[in-house]
């Protein structure tokens, strides 16, 4: 009789042992879960930056040098900004889409 009070109560006492760890063991995962959420939208929010980053690069140096090119297009500056405007949207539409297939 008192082995058997004893195995009771040393099979609820184990019941509350892997309750209280699953238990446990289920947040972490949620807190991982989570973290790992937080941290793919940063990510993608980051990309997204460099990427208007890039399309505001190429508007102002690409775009904004066309158009007084045509007027003068024997000024060498224009294709040095030109060749700037490029490099720098391109560099920039880069690191946007290296930080979101990270």
Same mark, same amino acid.
């Given at each position: #009789?008192?082995? @058997?009070f004893f195995i ?13 760890? #699953? ?14 959420e937080k941290e ?5 929010? @980051? ?13 102002? #140096? =690409?775009?904004? =040098? =066309? =158009? ?10 224009y294709w040095i @900004? ?9 560099? @920039? ?10």
């Amino acid at each position: #009789m008192l082995c @058997l009070f004893f195995i009771l109560s040393l099979s609820k006492q184990l019941k509350r042992i892997i309750i209280c760890t #699953m238990g446990k063991f289920s947040e972490q995962v949620e807190v991982k879960k989570e973290t790992k959420e937080k941290e793919k939208t940063s990510r993608e929010t @980051l990309g997204k930056y460099f990427y208007d980053l890039s399309k505001l690069s190429f508007g102002a #140096m =690409v775009l904004g =040098v =066309v =158009v007084p090119w045509f007027s003068d297009s024997d000024n060498p500056d224009y294709w040095i @900004l030109l060749a700037i405007g490029i490099f720098t949207t391109a560099c @920039l539409a880069f690191f946007g889409y290296k930080i979101i297939k990270r």
